[in-house]
């Protein structure tokens, strides 16, 4: 049951920095994974019909694409951590030499969103009998030592979420007949594009059609594009 001070479709519980950069790890890799692989292959097969240089230039692309995310998440996660940990130790040390100066300092905070002087005091000394370092944190710096990102599993969410997307334009481009492999491709990563924009935007909370169709539009752009450069290549003889 759900409790009657909370909602169902509201994020309440502990961790949610950590589910939501889950979520956004995961989600951007899938998408890329999606949209970059099929790009690649989209454009070889529009210079060439023959299944070696796709099928090559597509698992390229799928390795070096899942190591570069898995790369770059975790390059950026590490320094995000890094910060979230100095702010929390600087915390912890104030606390620890000045517990009058931060008490004064979180019934200020709690003054200021709206409670009179007396009830914010009030609210700032339970906070701090209870846990002075999560109420500071969470007042003062809008985090939560509990939710300290981890770069490793935001690296490797990256990695598996490209690698799972780039599958699908692979499979698409190599499994049909020669004659509809690019038309394949396309249906087959616009709805797989669609679906994802819609599944991220439910698991987010807000409405699914405006950042569906934004993903959509941007892949149908990008294998556009692509195709049109690799058959401009391939009928003047350059590839």
Same mark, same amino acid.
């Given at each position: 049951? +759900?409790?009657?001070?909370?909602? @169902?479709?509201?994020?309440?519980?502990?961790?949610?920095?950590?589910?939501?950069? #889950?979520?956004?790890?995961?989600?951007?890799?899938?998408?890329?994974?999606?949209?970059?692989?099929?790009?690649?292959?989209?454009?070889?097969?529009?210079?060439?019909?023959?299944? /070696?240089?796709?099928?090559?230039?597509?698992?390229?692309?799928? &390795?070096?694409?899942?190591?570069?995310?898995?790369?770059?998440?975790?390059?950026? &996660?590490?320094? $995000?951590? !890094?910060? %979230?940990?100095?702010?929390?130790?600087?915390?912890? $040390?104030?606390?620890?030499?000045?517990?009058?100066?931060?008490? /004064?300092?979180?019934?200020?905070?709690?003054?200021?969103?709206?409670?009179?002087?007396?009830?914010?005091?009030?609210? /700032?000394?339970?906070?701090?009998?209870?846990?002075?370092?999560?109420?500071?944190?969470?007042?003062?710096?809008?985090?939560?030592? !509990?939710?300290?990102?981890? @770069?490793? %599993?935001?690296?490797?969410?990256? /990695?598996?979420?490209?690698?799972?997307?780039?599958?699908?334009?692979?499979?698409?481009?190599?499994?049909?007949?020669?004659?509809?492999?690019?038309?394949?491709?396309?249906?087959?990563?616009?709805?797989?594009?669609?679906? +994802?924009?819609?599944?991220?935007?439910?698991?987010?909370?807000?409405? #699914?059609?405006?950042? +569906?169709?934004?993903?959509?539009?941007?892949?149908?752009?990008?294998?556009?594009?692509?195709?049109?450069?690799?058959?401009?290549?391939?009928?003047?003889?350059?590839?």
């Amino acid at each position: 049951m +759900t409790s009657p001070t909370t909602h @169902p479709h509201e994020p309440h519980g502990d961790g949610l920095s950590g589910r939501l950069n #889950w979520l956004r790890a995961g989600v951007l890799g899938a998408n890329d994974g999606i949209v970059s692989v099929a790009a690649i292959v989209v454009g070889v097969a529009g210079a060439t019909s023959s299944i /070696a240089p796709i099928l090559t230039a597509g698992a390229a692309g799928l &390795v070096g694409g899942a190591i570069s995310m898995a790369l770059g998440e975790y390059v950026s &996660v590490s320094s $995000q951590r !890094d910060s %979230q940990r100095a702010l929390i130790a600087k915390e912890r $040390q104030e606390l620890a030499t000045m517990p009058d100066e931060e008490l /004064a300092e979180l019934t200020a905070l709690y003054a200021a969103k709206g409670l009179s002087a007396e009830t914010a005091e009030r609210v /700032a000394r339970e906070l701090t009998e209870h846990d002075a370092l999560r109420a500071h944190l969470e007042a003062e710096l809008g985090i939560n030592e !509990d939710d300290v990102v981890s @770069p490793w %599993q935001a690296a490797g969410a990256s /990695a598996l979420a490209f690698f799972i997307g780039a599958l699908l334009p692979m499979l698409a481009i190599l499994l049909p007949p020669a004659g509809v492999r690019v038309p394949v491709t396309f249906a087959a990563v616009l709805v797989a594009l669609a679906l +994802t924009g819609a599944l991220s935007a439910r698991i987010g909370g807000s409405p #699914w059609l405006r950042p +569906t169709v934004r993903v959509v539009i941007g892949g149908a752009i990008a294998l556009a594009a692509t195709f049109l450069i690799g058959t401009l290549l391939g009928t003047t003889g350059l590839v």
